[in-house]
C-alpha cells in the first residue's frame, strides 16, 4: 500500500486551486506520465521542471539598449501617438524618454483608458521587454512589465518559463505549481546521510523549490546541487526497483553447473583456434558464477566480431557437465541460423548435440525436435522466440543464453527463463552499451566485457566517399571482385516505408548486375527466411560476389571472407548502427575496408559520425561518442529497447549519479532487504514518487 503520507502528491491536479476541469486536461496531455490513464497528478506538476527563465534583471539606457534582449528600462511617459479611426489595427504607441533618447512603447488593439491607466503621462516607470531597433530607432511591443519602482521590488525579477501546450498559459500553470507546493507534505530522506552530506544534496522539497524558483537562471543547471539531487532520487528509485527484482530472482536457490571441467576441455580442443585473452577473462568470471549455488546475472559485452559465440559455446558445455540443457535465444531468424551454424561445427567434436528451433519448424519436424528437447536428447537448443512457446518444454533448461539482448522485453526474458529451474542466465550485446546504460537498463546485473578481438585480425581502413563518385566505386568494386573478394552493399535506409527500402535495393541490385550480371545476390527484408538462406548461402559459397542487402545484414552475419563493405547514404545511419555493419567484415585473415558513400551536403551530426567511423574501430569508444551525438534515448534505437527514458534526470549528465545510487541501493538492500527500516520505509515512498511500485510487490511476493 501506497505511505498515506504521500496521497497529497497522489490526488488529481484537479484538486488544486486553479485548476477546473479544462485546465487539468491540458496538464494530462503536458505533465502526466507516458499511458498515465487517470490524469496528471500533483506529482506530476511538480516534476514538470521549468526550462529556462526570465530574467529581467538586466538595467540598460535607451540609447544602449541591445537588439532583441530582455531589458528593463527607466523611462519617463511623454505622449501618445493613437491609431486614426480608419486604421484601427495600427498599434497605439506610448513615446517615453529618457538621458539618452526616445522609445516607442507599442500596443496592438489596447483600450486608450487601460492605456492611460498603465501609462499616465509625466510619469517615471520601469517597463521590461525585448527591443527592436529599426532604422535607427527603437521600440518595445508590448511590454512585459511596467511598474513604479515600488512595484518592480515586490515583483520576481527572474521568473521561470515552464514548457506549456495550447492553451495553457504561463500564469496558470505557475498557479498550480503554487498551490502544488502548498500539499507537498515533508518527507522523510531515503538518501544515504553521507551521501547526502558529500554531495550537498538539499532536502527533496527544498530542491523542488530552488528549481521552479530560480534566483538566478544558473540556478537551472544540471550539475547544481538541486537538479542533481532530483536526479539522484530518479536513478536510485530505478536502481533499486532492479536491486528488488534481482534480489528476488536470487531468492530461488540456483543450482551449480559444472564438474571437473572435461567436457569444457574437450569443447575447447574441438575449436581450430586458440582462446583469446579476452575470452579466457570473460569465461573464467561465468565459470565462476556457474558454480556457485546462486543464480548468474551476467552481461557479455563484446564488439562485434569479438567472439562471443565461442564463449557461449564454453558456458554450455560447463551445464552439460551437469547434465543440464543450454537454450540460446537469438532476435532473428537469421541470426539463430548463424548461431547454429556457427556452433554445430563445434558441437559433434564437443560432444554436444544440439538442435535448431524457429517459427518455420512444423508439422512432424517440429514435433521430433520438441520430443528431444523434452527427453534431454539435446543439449543445445537454439533458437527465436519460438523457444518460449507453451508447448516447448525442457527436460532441465540450466542455462539461458540471450544474444542482442536489448531487443527483447523484460517479460520474454522471464517466460523462457520460468522453463528451467531457476536457470543461470547470460545475455549477450554486440552493442557496446556504455557502463551508465548498462547501470540504467539492467542496475545489478554483473558485467564481462570482451575487449579485443582474435589476433591476426587486419583493420579495416574506412574510407568516406560523395556519391558523385559512384562510378570509381562500383570500378573498385569490379578489381575486388576479380581478385576473388566478397562485397557487402548496404542500400539506403529510406524512412518513409519499408517499400521504398525495398526498391532502392532493388534498383542497385538491377544497376550492379549490368556491370557484374549474375554475381549480384540481393537479401531485403520481405524476402521469406529460406529465399534469404538461399541468398546468403550463395554468397557465402562464392557463387556470388556482392551481396546487396537492406539492413537485414545488420546482426549476425558471419561471411569471414567479405572484405568490402559499400554503406550507401551512410549520412542516415548512426553511428551504432555503421558500427554493427562494418563489423560485417575484417573478420578474416584478409586486409578489409569499408566504404561510406554519402550524399553531399552532410550535416553537423553526420559529418561528426563520419569522423568517428574514421578514426576507430573501438566499438566502447564508438558507443560513448553516439551517446553523445545523440542523447540516450535514441541509443538503442526506441523499438523494445527495454531501456528506460527519465523524467528529470539526463544520463549523460549526470552518470555518475547512476554508480552512488546503485551502491546506495545495494548497501541499504544487504542490511535491511525487506526495506522495513525507517529508511526502507522512507525508500518505500521514494519508488512510488518515480512509479517504481511494482518492484515493491516483489517485497511482499516473498
Ligand atoms: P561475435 O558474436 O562476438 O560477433 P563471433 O563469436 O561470431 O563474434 O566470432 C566471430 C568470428 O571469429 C567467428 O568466425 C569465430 O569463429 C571467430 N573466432 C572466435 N574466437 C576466435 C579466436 N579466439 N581466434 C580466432 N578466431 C576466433
Ligand atoms: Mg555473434
Not at 498550480?176 to 507546493?181: N, Y
Not at 538491377?510 to 549480384?520: P, T
Amino acid at each position: 500500500m501506497r505511505p498515506s503520507i504521500l496521497d497529497p502528491l497522489f490526488a488529481s491536479v484537479s484538486t488544486l486551486n486553479g485548476v477546473g476541469p479544462k485546465v487539468s486536461a491540458l496538464l494530462a496531455g503536458l505533465v502526466a506520465p507516458a499511458g498515465a490513464e487517470d490524469g496528471a497528478r500533483v506529482r506530476d506538476l511538480l516534476f514538470h521542471l521549468p526550462s529556462g527563465v526570465i530574467d529581467r534583471r538586466r538595467r540598460e539606457e535607451i540609447a544602449t539598449a541591445p537588439e532583441g534582449v530582455l531589458v528593463t528600462l527607466e523611462v519617463r511617459v511623454d505622449r501618445y501617438v493613437m491609431p486614426s479611426r480608419e486604421a484601427r489595427s495600427q498599434p497605439a504607441r506610448v513615446m517615453a524618454q529618457d538621458a539618452t533618447g526616445e522609445i516607442a512603447l507599442t500596443y496592438f488593439r489596447a483600450q486608450p483608458q487601460w492605456l492611460e491607466k498603465l501609462l499616465p503621462i509625466g510619469e517615471t516607470l520601469l517597463v521590461s521587454g525585448k527591443v527592436d531597433w529599426f532604422n535607427g530607432r527603437p521600440s518595445m511591443i508590448h511590454p512585459d512589465f511596467v511598474g513604479s519602482a515600488e512595484d518592480a521590488a515586490s515583483l520576481p525579477l527572474v521568473e521561470p518559463v515552464y514548457p506549456l501546450t495550447a492553451g495553457l498559459s504561463s500564469r496558470v500553470l505557475r498557479r498550480g505549481v503554487d498551490s502544488a507546493f502548498a500539499k507537498l507534505p515533508a518527507l522523510p530522506e531515503w538518501i544515504e546521510p553521507s551521501v547526502l552530506k558529500r554531495e550537498g544534496f538539499p532536502a527533496f522539497a527544498d530542491a523542488l523549490q530552488a528549481l521552479h524558483n530560480p534566483a538566478d537562471p544558473s540556478d537551472l543547471g544540471l550539475t547544481k546541487p538541486s537538479y542533481r539531487r532530483l536526479a539522484y532520487d530518479e536513478f536510485m528509485a530505478s536502481q533499486m526497483a532492479l536491486a528488488l527484482a534481482r534480489q528476488n530472482a536470487r531468492k530461488q536457490p540456483g543450482r551449480i553447473l559444472g564438474t571437473d571441467g572435461g567436457l569444457r576441455a574437450r569443447a575447447e580442443g574441438a575449436l581450430p583456434f586458440i582462446l583469446t585473452d579476452g575470452q579466457r577473462g570473460a569465461l573464467a568470471e561465468i565459470y565462476a558464477d556457474m558454480g556457485r549455488p546462486d543464480r548468474m546475472l551476467r552481461l557479455l559485452q563484446g564488439d562485434v566480431g569479438a567472439g562471443k559465440t565461442v564463449v557461449a559455446l564454453l558456458a554450455m558445455a560447463a551445464a552439460k557437465e551437469s547434465r543440464a540443457q543450454s537454450a540460446l535465444l537469438a532476435p532473428t531468424e537469421i541470426l539463430a541460423r548463424q548461431h547454429f551454424a556457427g556452433l554445430a561445427r563445434y558441437c559433434d567434436a564437443a560432444g554436444l548435440s544440439i538442435v535448431l528451433l524457429t517459427g518455420r519448424d512444423n508439422g512432424r519436424v517440429r514435433k521430433a525436435k520438441l520430443e528431444s528437447i523434452v527427453n534431454g536428447d539435446t543439449d543445445i537448443i537454439v533458437g527465436t522466440h519460438a523457444l518460449f512457446q507453451d508447448d516447448v518444454a525442457y527436460h532441465d533448461l540450466g542455462l539461458v543464453v540471450v544474444d542482442e539482448q536489448h531487443r527483447f522485453g523484460v517479460h520474454q526474458r522471464l517466460t523462457l527463463t520460468r522453463k528451467g529451474r531457476a536457470p543461470d542466465l547470460l545475455v549477450m550485446t554486440a552493442t557496446p552499451i556504455p557502463r551508465t546504460l548498462v547501470l540504467a537498463a539492467f542496475g545489478d546485473m554483473d558485467v564481462s566485457r570482451l575487449y579485443g578481438k582474435p589476433a591476426g585480425r587486419k583493420p579495416i581502413t574506412t574510407v568516406a566517399v560523395s556519391f558523385d563518385r559512384l562510378d570509381e566505386v562500383v570500378a573498385r568494386a569490379g578489381r575486388a571482385i576479380e581478385e576473388g573478394d566478397k562485397l557487402y552493399w548496404v542500400c539506403p535506409l529510406v524512412e518513409e516505408s519499408e517499400k521504398s527500402d525495398l526498391t532502392a535495393a532493388e534498383e542497385r541490385a538491377d544497376v550492379l548486375r549490368q556491370f557484374f550480371g549474375d554475381k549480384v545476390g540481393l537479401v531485403h527484408g520481405r524476402m521469406t527466411g529460406p529465399e534469404k538462406d538461399t541468398a546468403m548461402a550463395d554468397f557465402k559459397s562464392g557463387r556470388t560476389r556482392i551481396v546487396v542487402a537492406t539492413t537485414v545484414i545488420e546482426v549476425g552475419v558471419d561471411v569471414p571472407d567479405a572484405s568490402i563493405i559499400v554503406i550507401e547514404h551512410a549520412e542516415r545511419f548512426g553511428l551504432s548502427q555503421l558500427h554493427q555493419l562494418r563489423g560485417r567484415v575484417g573478420r578474416g585473415d584478409k586486409a578489409s575496408s569499408c566504404v561510406l558513400l554519402y550524399r553531399a551536403p552532410l550535416g553537423e551530426t553526420a559529418k561528426a559520425r563520419i569522423a568517428v567511423m574514421r578514426e576507430t574501430e573501438d566499438g566502447f569508444r564508438i558507443a560513448e561518442e553516439d551517446l553523445k551525438l545523440r542523447g540516450e534515448g535514441d541509443l538503442l534505437g526506441t523499438r523494445q529497447s527495454g531501456l528506460q527514458s527519465f523524467r528529470i534526470a539526463r544520463v549523460e549528465e549526470h552518470a555518475d549519479l547512476m554508480e552512488i545510487a546503485r551502491d546506495d541501493a545495494r548497501l541499504l538492500l544487504a542490511t535491511d532487504p525487506d526495506l522495513a527500516s525507517p529508511r526502507g520505509q522512507a525508500m518505500r515512498a521514494l519508488l512510488y514518487l518515480f512509479g517504481k511500485d511494482d518492484a515493491i510487490r516483489l517485497l511482499r511476493a516473498g
